[in-house]
């Protein structure tokens, strides 16, 4: 990518603004998933304010519409665009079939963000039978975005959403489904934001030789609809 | 999530530092973006970021309170990375 700066430049109170003044990402396509609420909307927005095709994934598509209407106006008044596509990461049909309409459309990406994710979710599973947040926070982006890894152009990038949860848990690929362990809400998110990063790792050993790179990354502490799961 | 915070306080407190503070959306999102567009690819490869750069690994035997800064090894690990992405194959039916 082009657009360099010193990375000591920015720190825990900088902004999306901060970090894109002067930035012009006109031409640049870009995959977030989850934009219906919290960070995954604004990253939507600030980036298509400085001129990408932002096309966000979201569960409901009726709320995520409603939640991007500032995505929007700033995408049309900087010369950029934002659309939405639908996708289920608990459902891996659902996930299979997303894959499968962007590469039908066959746009390459240059970036994408697997920004999507839940929180400390109450015992549960996937419609694949997978633990909740290992099977939507992990499994639901390891098969998206493996499936749709040939539009990452050269040079592009994975972003995958992790957390200093990470801390909490190391995977555990002998019981991922905590069938044999009892079940704790910050050790199953723990687990899945392992995996985000872990996924990370492999993915950029995989296909740096042709320059698309991976990364992890936490977002901090915020207040945001991923946290409704947790006793106030 | 409140306890969370005193409990954090508290810790952050006895280190003689001043209150968590929550980030704003803006300053949530802003190291998704450093990552995406403007980070050097070579600095962010197969890294962990945070605070808008790369995250130092914390060893397995340091304590870390939920607010300092840090990567835990065994989520950096290339050989956990590479079991982590055949038992996600496995699972899912699929080969990548």
Known sequence: ?232 | MEKVVNEINQQLAAQGKGPFQWKSIPQGAATSVWAAVLAPADEIGARYCENCHVGKAVPDDTSITAVSEGVRGYALDAKNAEALWKKSEELVGESF
Request: some cysteine; proline content about 3%; glycine content about 12%.
């Open chain 1, 1 to 232: 990518m082009t657009n360099i700066r010193e990375a000591t430049s920015f720190g825990a109170t900088s902004t999306t603004d901060d970090v894109l003044s002067g930035v012009n990402l006109k031409g640049k396509r870009i995959l977030v998933t989850g934009v219906s609420a919290g960070i995954g909307v604004e990253t939507a927005r600030s980036l298509a304010a400085h001129g990408a095709q932002v096309i966000g994934t979201a569960r409901d598509l009726t709320k995520a519409k409603a939640a991007t209407g500032q995505v929007r106006k700033d995408a049309a008044a900087n010369g950029g665009s934002f659309e939405l596509v639908e996708l289920d990461l608990a459902k891996l049909k659902s996930v299979r079939a997303c894959a499968d309409g962007l590469l039908a459309k066959g746009e390459a990406f240059d970036v994408v963000i697997a920004n999507a994710g839940v929180m400390a979710t109450p015992f549960g599973h996937t419609a694949d039978g997978f633990e909740t947040q290992f099977g939507t926070n992990h499994l639901g982006h390891f098969v998206l975005v493996n499936r749709i890894a040939s539009l990452i152009r050269d040079g592009g990038r994975l972003v995958n959403l992790s957390s200093a949860g990470h801390r909490y848990a190391n995977v555990d690929l002998n019981d991922p489904n905590f069938e044999h362990t009892p079940y704790e809400p910050f050790v199953a998110y723990g687990r899945s934001k392992t995996a985000n990063i872990l996924f990370a790792v492999e993915f950029d050993k995989r296909y740096r030789d042709r320059g698309v790179r991976a990364a992890a990354v936490h977002p901090g502490g915020i207040k945001t609809e991923l946290g409704r799961y947790v006793e106030p």
